[in-house]
């Protein structure tokens, strides 16, 4: 963080341990993110705001807890986290891949079964996306193709239609291989890789998921050393099974609900982020 923001972040971290002071009777508990600092539209720092946490990314600080906090894709190891983490625990220590190609590799690994496949030899339609997190590029291409992109990953087309004109996704967040609550997310149908035009409304878990695709997400989610962070999942019409294909562990939102939704489902996962890592 750049020194005149650290100062800043410092100031607010002094008034707000102020405020929450008198607000919590004398006792404060402070979350240590690191290395970066999160950004105030992060899932995480709206819960902590709700269960009067403070927030810092100033080590040399007085704090409770801790997350290793990088918007990265693939993250390096940081010696100060790993040294901490002998004497307090650092959520998210080792979830440093969150790749598509690696997120679909665990998946093969725990589903038997994955998206990818081979432009080379493959005959039809497919999607390309790009192996970062978070590029929002995604396309239908033709294949087969000569000359692959390594920077990509191409993957078979997911039927997710949700009607004629809409796609759903389902945003799953995680909390200790828990599943608290899901966003049904529903865009139109050209559109499908897009952020915009998107509308959600609040699942039940219990609904969505049969009892052993939730053990094999939990699976998933241990082999990806993710234990608190979003995933995107897809159930195909064709085949009736759900594929991971994105994984977050830094998430943003809940967006598209109202306020009203936001603060029960804020509620929800402050209780389920508690019980796991605060207890």
Excluded at 36 to 63: D, E, F, Q
Excluded at 158 to 172: A, C, F, G
Excluded at 205 to 220: C, G, H, R, V, Y
Excluded at 256 to 261: H, I, V
Aim: charged share 30%; proline share 5%.
């Amino acid at each position: 963080m750049p020194l005149p923001k650290r100062l800043l972040e410092d100031i607010i971290f002094r008034l707000r341990y102020l405020k929450l002071f008198f607000k919590n009777n004398r006792e404060i508990k402070t979350f240590l993110f690191y290395p970066h600092y999160p950004s105030k539209r992060s899932v995480l720092y709206k819960i902590l705001g709700l269960m009067n946490y403070n927030r810092t990314n100033n080590p040399k600080l007085k704090y409770d807890y801790v997350i290793n906090w990088q918007h990265e894709t693939f993250r390096e190891k940081i010696p100060f986290l790993e040294e901490l983490h002998k004497k307090k625990y650092v959520i998210n220590l080792n979830c440093n891949d969150i790749s598509k190609k690696y997120i679909d590799s665990v998946l093969k690994s725990v589903f038997g079964y994955c998206t990818e496949i081979n432009p080379v030899t493959f005959k039809g339609i497919c999607v390309k996306k790009n192996n970062i997190n978070a590029m929002h590029d995604g396309k239908i291409i033709e294949c087969p193709v000569n000359n692959p992109d390594k920077n990509y990953i191409y993957q078979k087309l997911i039927n997710n239609i949700y009607d004629d004109t809409l796609v759903q996704d389902i945003r799953t967040p995680v909390i200790k291989g828990n599943i608290p609550v899901v966003y049904l997310k529903r865009r139109p149908v050209e559109g499908r890789f897009a952020r915009e035009k998107t509308t959600s409304r609040i699942g039940n878990p219990d609904e969505i998921f049969s009892d052993e695709e939730k053990t094999k997400i939990k699976k998933f989610c241990e082999k990806l050393n993710l234990e608190y962070g979003d995933l995107d999942i897809l159930r195909d019409n064709d085949d009736g099974k759900i594929y991971i294909v994105d994984v977050n562990n830094t998430p943003h939102g809940p967006s598209q609900l109202n306020k009203k939704e936001k603060k029960y489902v804020l509620e929800i996962l402050a209780r389920e982020f508690k019980k796991a890592f605060m207890n």
